[in-house]
Every structure is written in structure tokens, then in C-alpha cells.
């Protein structure tokens, strides 16, 4: 059972500069639910959820975050578009405007952790203006029992001011909107939006670096579950490729749905206390586990709800990414505590809009480097203005966003772990067959399901052995048969029915993949290299 009782202690918020007029300390979720309401900034939802709207921002602004650059950071952070350097001067007048800002104001503070391994535990505190913000924090993060509260001393502290607005000429940002992390300081200051996910992508950003550089361990923007033989799968993907669905399989323990460690002694742990999932089009038959979630305790963002409460969850007139976030105990078949071990099998999700790679594939060590550091998915038309056709989408170790360092240090840490692990690679189109997207369909589930049901139980390995095909553009190992999966599924080429199409799609897909591995060219050894596409 989770400790869900709110403690008796105070705390003062006077060394971080900030005195409100009350702090909120340690809200359970059901209070932090009940101010929500009573401040009308939320809706109650049929389900028991809260529903929010999180403002002019539905989604991060990768371009709106930042990185300090100072001794710790600047001979190591791969600068650039993704890793935006920022000045400490800046950083420290922004900080005391930010705290200024609070001010006066009722805020609500948190003391939480991120990673499941006590020996990797990073201890931190959250200052929001919002109580749904707080909530959000509760549920992600992992929370400590009342015993672990006595003394308990922050590392990092992250404060959460969705209300200041940022002048970009006299703070140094692009625009009003920020999150900006200081390794330094251990603080992550987020300010001019409302969206959560900056909360915890903040934190886990700041993983990203310390895991790798002082704690030798692999960090992962993976779900993972674990099997009652203990084997444990890992499942990459950016937004939308399935990720969070198909790691939460009723068969199997969920560890994780969204980041997690590999360390040295060989076991995987999750960052997070809680699940963050898409709810585009959710529904109880396809996604049993996220939906049955939705109740008393998770927060619905920026979803569209009747008069009675009940939401439609086709309906993206707000935004096509709407959010659950839940607390992990919200699924019922998870892993306790979020460790596995005996890692065996590694999944690669992409949502191929062109409809050309495999349903799954089996990946050599070089294929395995490649794939990883290319983070291919790809997005539709309609998505966002000006895209009329499947346009390929490129996203280093599926998380380039949030990693700190350069892709080909991730990629050779995993590398070598799969190496020592012994484990399986397989890439796994979630995406389109019979076409592209607009003219062919949308992977069933229920055939991915069985395809890496048939990956992590070892009968597709056996019914297939040394009988893989291998992709004549792409050059990956494509199954010729899979239990409980209809034969003529497995080759993308025949679902076609128009072999010169095909091909010349998949040419131009393999082209894209080329130019895009042009910049991490210089940094891969022969065999990454030998890893792309055949032509």
C-alpha cells in the first residue's frame, strides 16, 4: 500500500530566496484534487480524474530549453540545438525574478525522488504555483513513506512558476517560456508555461548527464517489464509509437513506462513513481491498463469532456497530445520495487508512416548502434501545418531532447551492454502496411503484440532460425513466419501489392536515413557504419 497521508511537518522555503504568504507542504493527492477545484483551475471528470487545461503550451518547447554552461558542463554537453548553453550570470538574475515572482503567493512544495534503485537515488524537492502541477509531481515522481520524510535532504530542487513570464531581451531567453537546468546550482528553474511534462523531462534531463558521467549507468527514454521467468524487455520509441502500450502487457510485470537506468551489475530501474501516456483515441479495448487508470488520482490534460463529465478521447480540438499522468500503482500488474534484471530482449518502436520496414525485424550489433542512434519514427499528414505527406522524423537514442551528452556515448554504453547482457535487438514497425500512411492501415496491435510475444518467449527465433530474410534495402533480419500472425503481414513488399511503389518509397526512405546519419558520421566506427541501409 502507498502512504498516501499528509505529513504534520512545516518547511521554511527561505534559502531559495522564496517567502509566500502559505506553503502547501506534502498535499495528498485527494487535497491537491479538492484545491484544484476550489480554484477553478480544473474539472472533475466521470472517471474521478481531474481535468486540466495547461495553457497556451500542450506539449515541451525544445527550443525553449536550456543548460548552464560552467565547469561541470562545458567540455561535456554536446552543445547545439538540443543543448542550449546559457549564461550563469543570466541564470542567477533570472532565478531571482522567478523566486520574487512567488513572492507573497500560496505555492505548494514536495519532497520526492527519482529512481527506484536506492543506490541511485536522487532526492528532490518541487516548488509549484499550481496545485495540479504538485499533483502531477506526486504522481511522477516516487514518494517517500513518512519514516523517509524525517531528514530528508534534497539534492536537486526544480521550482515550477507556470504564471512568470520571461522578457527574452532582458532575461536571455527566446521567448517568454523556459526550463533551464543548472548542474551547478542542482536547480531547474521552469517558467511561462504550464505544461508538466518540463517537470519531470527536466529532472530526467538532468539523469541523463549524472548517471552516465559519475555513475557509469546507461541512462534510457525506454519503458521495460519483466516476465515471471525474471527476463527483462526494452522497449525504445519516441511519442506514439507504443511505447507505454505495449510495455503494459497483462502477462508480464510493468517496470516502467518512459525512462529508466541500465546499470553495471546488469539490472534495469525506472526514474519514475508514475506513467505519463498519450490519450489520443484511448479506449478500454485497445488499452485496457491506461484506461482503467484513469480515475480518483490522475490528472487528464487538455482533454474535451460533456457536461456530464464524460470525455471523448478522439476529439483533438485542443491538442493531439492529450495526457493521462497516474500514479504506477494505478496498474495493477507492476513490478515492486521498479527493478528488473536479466535483460533479454530490446525493442526499437517506430511509427513508419511510409509503410516499408518490416513489422519486426531482427537487428545485428551494428544495425543495433544505428538504429539506436538515428531514433527513427516518422510523422503523418495533418499533424502540424504544412505537412501533406509521411515526413521522417530523426530522434537521437529515441530521446535526443533530453540527453545531455553526445548520442554515440550513449550508444556505445549500450553497445557494450548488450554484448555483456547476450540480448536480442529487434526493430518493430507500429506503423502503416499495405501503403503509406493514407493509403495502407495502421499496424493491428493485436499482430505486434503476438510478433513480440513471439520475440521475448523464443518461438520466433525457433520458428525461424537461420531462415530470416534479409531486407533488400534496409539489409535488417525479417522473419519469414510468426506464431499468431497471418504470413503474408511479415513482408511489407507484398502488402503492397505495387512492388515498383514500394521500392521506390523504401529507396527514399533509406535516403533519408543516410543523410540524416551524415553528422554522426565522423564519431561511428566501421561496424555502426555497415549497420545502415544496403542502398
Not at 170 to 182: E, K, P, S, V, Y
Not at 368 to 389: Q, R
Not at 426 to 453: F, Q
Request: aromatic fraction near 12%; include cysteine; proline fraction near 6%.
Amino acid at each position: 500500500m502507498v502512504d498516501n497521508s499528509q505529513t504534520t511537518k512545516t518547511i521554511s522555503l527561505e534559502s531559495y530566496g522564496i517567502n509566500p504568504s502559505k506553503v502547501n507542504y506534502q498535499l495528498t493527492s485527494e487535497q491537491l484534487h479538492a484545491e484544484t477545484l476550489q480554484k477553478g483551475q480544473g474539472k472533475e471528470a466521470s472517471s474521478g480524474a481531474i481535468a486540466i487545461n495547461t495553457g497556451e503550451f500542450t506539449g515541451r518547447s525544445p527550443q525553449d530549453r536550456f543548460i548552464v554552461k560552467d565547469d561541470i558542463t562545458q567540455d561535456r554537453i554536446w552543445w547545439g540545438d538540443i543543448n542550449i548553453p546559457f549564461d550563469p550570470e543570466k541564470f542567477d538574475a533570472l532565478y531571482d525574478l522567478v523566486t520574487e515572482y512567488l513572492n507573497g503567493k500560496e505555492v505548494y512544495a514536495r519532497d520526492c525522488y527519482a529512481c527506484a534503485d536506492v543506490n541511485y537515488q536522487l532526492n528532490i524537492r518541487v516548488i509549484n504555483e499550481y496545485p495540479w502541477s504538485n499533483m502531477f509531481a506526486y504522481n511522477m515522481f516516487l514518494r517517500p513513506t513518512e519514516e523517509e520524510l524525517k531528514g530528508f535532504d534534497p539534492e536537486w530542487v526544480i521550482i515550477n512558476a507556470p504564471g512568470f513570464m520571461a522578457d527574452p531581451e532582458r532575461d536571455g531567453t527566446r521567448q517568454h517560456n523556459f526550463a533551464i537546468l543548472n548542474f551547478t546550482k542542482k536547480i531547474a528553474i521552469i517558467g511561462g508555461t504550464g505544461y508538466t511534462g518540463e517537470i519531470k523531462k527536466g529532472i530526467f534531463s538532468a539523469l541523463n548527464f549524472i548517471l552516465p558521467v559519475f555513475k557509469n549507468t546507461l541512462p534510457m527514454h525506454c519503458s521495460a517489464n519483466v516476465g515471471d521467468g525474471g527476463d527483462t524487455s526494452i522497449f525504445f520509441g519516441l511519442s506514439g509509437t507504443g511505447k507505454t502500450t505495449l510495455s503494459a502487457d497483462p502477462d508480464r510485470k510493468l517496470i516502467g513506462d518512459d525512462e529508466h537506468g541500465w546499470t553495471a551489475e546488469n539490472s534495469v530501474f525506472n526514474f519514475e513513481g508514475g506513467c505519463y501516456a498519450k490519450a489520443i483515441n484511448l479506449s478500454e479495448e485497445s488499452e485496457p491498463d491506461i484506461y482503467r487508470a484513469i480515475k480518483p488520482g490522475a490528472i487528464l490534460e487538455n482533454v474535451i469532456m460533456d457536461e456530464n463529465g464524460v470525455v471523448d478521447f478522439s476529439d483533438i480540438s485542443i491538442t493531439q497530445n492529450t495526457r493521462v499522468s497516474y500514479p504506477i500503482y494505478h496498474i495493477d500488474n507492476i513490478q515492486v520495487p521498479s527493478i528488473g534484471y536479466n535483460p533479454k530482449n530490446i525493442f526499437f518502436l517506430t511509427a513508419d508512416a511510409f509503410g516499408v520496414l518490416p513489422p519486426i525485424s531482427k537487428l545485428t550489433p551494428g544495425q543495433a548502434a544505428y538504429h539506436f542512434i538515428s531514433g527513427y519514427t516518422a510523422k503523418v499528414a495533418g499533424t502540424e501545418a504544412g505537412i501533406t505527406e509521411p515526413v521522417p522524423s530523426f530522434s537521437a537514442c529515441f530521446g535526443a531532447p533530453f540527453m545531455p551528452l553526445h548520442p554515440t556515448k550513449y550508444a556505445e554504453m549500450l553497445s557494450a551492454k548488450m554484448q555483456e547482457a547476450g540480448v536480442n535487438v529487434w526493430l518493430v514497425n507500429t506503423g502503416w502496411t499495405g501503403g503509406p500512411y493514407g493509403i495502407g492501415s495502421r499496424m493491428k496491435l493485436k499482430y505486434t503484440r503476438a510478433m513480440i510475444t513471439a520475440a521475448m518467449d523464443g518461438s520466433l527465433e525457433e520458428a525461424n532460425k537461420d531462415n530470416y530474410h534479409i531486407h533488400s534495402v534496409f539489409g535488417v533480419q525479417q522473419p519469414r513466419v510468426c506464431p499468431n500472425v497471418p504470413t503474408e503481414v511479415l513482408s511489407p513488399r507484398k502488402t503492397w501489392n505495387n512492388d515498383d511503389a514500394y521500392y521506390e518509397t523504401a529507396f527514399k526512405l533509406s535516403n533519408s536515413f543516410r543523410e540524416n546519419f551524415k553528422k554522426f558520421e565522423s564519431y561511428a566506427n566501421d561496424e555502426i557504419l555497415a549497420g545502415g541501409p544496403l542502398r
